[in-house]
């Protein structure tokens, strides 16, 4: 079983920043503390989905290792991936990722660097990144890999590490999402002071706790490895921002995908499901092979719209020419960090639109569709699976149900909240991971509603406690709920366990 996954939101005061300062480089320093949590749990195998795989262990020195999965791909062609979870995961709760990679054709190295997973050692940022020459030259001398078709993927802080090896080791491809700065982070702990004494302290506290050139922005000029930058209009805007400014300065070759009505990762598992595993695999099969991938996209003011807004034309460009009339999604940053989503048809090697905006873009992505239906208000819109229709439904309903899980919510909005569900899953019936993700909420409900003086709200209690011991997964340990809010593994089972108990209790 694994706690719910949480993120934090904020790094601590500047006065604490500073008294971190002694401390020594080996140690683990405020930042290292608030942004690298390794989980204590230790959730799913390979031979779970039956892959077969070769546990990894690399000795650093007496006291540290790395460790983590090697999933080889017999018809890869020695392609491979390695896989930089976030800083609160380890390598057995990323399965979401390594089994998509590998079941697209890549062999994959998921592994743990030290204090996580099953790696010894303390976990910092200088150790992470500083042991990666020695990851690399042990994945480099293996027979199955091929040293000239190694792709890097990394996910939150690990996209840091990931950024950090796509420049000082040898790789041919890169997908970064949510892609943070550490040095915003830092001056939002010192109160985003900007006078000359501001700026002195945080490069002094920069410098004594951050390795060196761990900050993308400042060597993203020097990074030449054609990348993908994903960013999402759901997630923390200082994030999408910092992503944004590396992505203009990347020396590179490089795409940008904005994710529409998504949070932070694994979301876009659920919201995109299917288009982000394909986009991020066509991605990597092309880059791998050096060839072109991705739409090209152009922008220019058109002419003056209303009250300070203007128009623009947006251009987009096929690689090659398409054969059929394919969807195409163009997205669009904002000076502010807002987003804009527009949706065209491409017939042959280009097509353009023209949008109102109440400012200059900054930013502007295009990206293919597959699947999309025609519509004569949205002009196409994305095919939905039940889970994806399911998941929208109950969309409004999660801030509720956190409160509900942190104790918080009045009995009055229990009642709402179980009215809200009961509607949404007339409107879509809930697949099974989801109705394994909300085991704990009937289970909850149930409970409250089990001890009402009401005969039809007990019924409907006894009721809520039956649908939370069914839903109970048969492999706990392998739970993901891709939602807004994360879950890895199964926190419910506690849950799940009270509804048994008052179940098999004798009736009053």
Same mark, same amino acid.
């Given at each position: ?21 002694? =401390? ?17 749990? /230790? ?30 791909? !017999? ?15 380890? $390598? ?57 078709? *190694? ?97 203009? #300065? ?7 995908? #904005?994710?529409?009505?998504? !949070?932070?990762? +694994? ?26 991938? &991705? ?6 003011? =058109? $002419? ?16 090659? +020419? ?7 999604? *163009? ?16 017939? &042959? ?18 990206? *293919? ?49 179980? !009215? ?15 109705? =394994?993700?909300?085991?704990?909420? /009937?289970?909850?409900? &149930? ?8 005969? =039809? ?20 340990? #392998?739970?993901?709920?891709? !939602?807004?809010? $994360? ?9 799940? $366990? ?11």
């Amino acid at each position: 079983m694994a706690g719910r996954r949480t993120r934090t939101a904020s790094l601590p005061s500047a006065v604490t920043l500073s008294l971190a300062l002694v =401390a020594c480089s080996s140690a683990p320093n405020e930042i290292d503390k608030q942004l690298l949590t390794p989980p204590t749990a /230790w959730l799913a195998e390979p031979a779970d989905f039956g892959i077969a795989a070769e546990p990894v262990e690399i000795a650093l020195h007496a006291e540290a290792s790395i460790t983590g999965f090697w999933l080889p791909h !017999g018809n890869g062609e020695k392609r491979t991936v390695v896989l930089f979870h976030d800083g609160d995961l380890n $390598a057995s709760a990323t399965h979401p990722y390594w089994r998509f990679l590998h079941d697209a054709g890549f062999s994959v190295l998921a592994f743990d660097p030290r204090g996580f997973g099953k790696s010894r050692g303390t976990s910092t940022f200088r150790t992470w990144l500083y042991d990666l020459p020695t990851l690399f030259a042990w994945l480099r001398a293996r027979p199955d890999v091929d040293p000239q078709r *190694i792709a890097l993927f990394g996910t939150g802080t690990g996209s840091l590490a990931a950024y950090w090896a796509a420049r000082t080791q040898h790789c041919q491809s890169l997908v970064v999402e949510h892609l943070p700065s550490l040095r915003a982070m830092l001056k939002a702990a010192h109160g985003n002071d900007d006078s000359a004494i501001g700026a002195m302290g945080l490069g002094f506290t920069e410098a004594a706790q951050l390795p060196e050139e761990i900050e993308p922005e400042d060597v993203a000029a020097r990074c030449q490895v054609p990348t993908l930058f994903l960013a999402t209009d759901g997630e923390p805007a200082r994030d999408r921002q910092a992503l944004l400014r590396v992505f203009g #300065l990347h020396g590179g070759t490089k795409e940008l995908w #904005l994710l529409a009505g998504t !949070g932070r990762a +694994p979301h876009a598992m659920l919201t995109h499901d299917g288009e982000y595993q394909a986009r991020i695999a066509g991605f990597l099969d092309a880059t791998l092979a050096g060839k072109p991938h &991705g739409l090209r996209t152009e922008v220019r003011k =058109a $002419a003056d719209g209303r009250s300070g807004s203007a128009y623009w034309e947006f251009v987009v460009t096929a690689p090659t +020419p398409v054969a059929a009339r394919t969807a195409v999604e *163009i997205g669009v940053v904002l000076t502010d960090g807002s987003t804009r989503f527009t949706n065209v048809w491409l017939e &042959g090697a280009s097509t353009r639109t023209r949008l109102e905006l109440p400012s200059a873009p900054v930013h502007a992505s295009a990206g *293919i569709v597959p699947g999309a239906v025609e519509d004569p208000v949205a002009t196409w819109v994305r095919p939905r699976n039940g889970r994806q229709l399911a998941a929208a439904a109950i969309d409004a309903s999660w801030p509720r149900i956190e409160r509900l899980r942190q104790g918080t919510l009045e009995a009055t909005e229990e009642r709402t909240l179980l !009215g809200d569900l009961q509607a949404a899953t007339a409107k879509a019936p809930f697949p099974a991971d989801l109705e =394994a993700e909300l085991a704990d909420v /009937w289970a909850r409900l &149930g409970r409250d509603l089990a001890n009402s003086p009401d005969a =039809a709200e007990r019924t409907k209690g006894q009721q809520l406690l039956q649908r939370s011991v069914a839903a109970m997964p048969g492999k706990p340990h #392998l739970h993901v709920w891709p !939602g807004p809010i $994360a879950t890895y593994g199964y926190p419910q089972e506690t849950d799940v $366990a009270m509804a048994k108990k008052l179940l098999a209790a004798p009736a009053k």
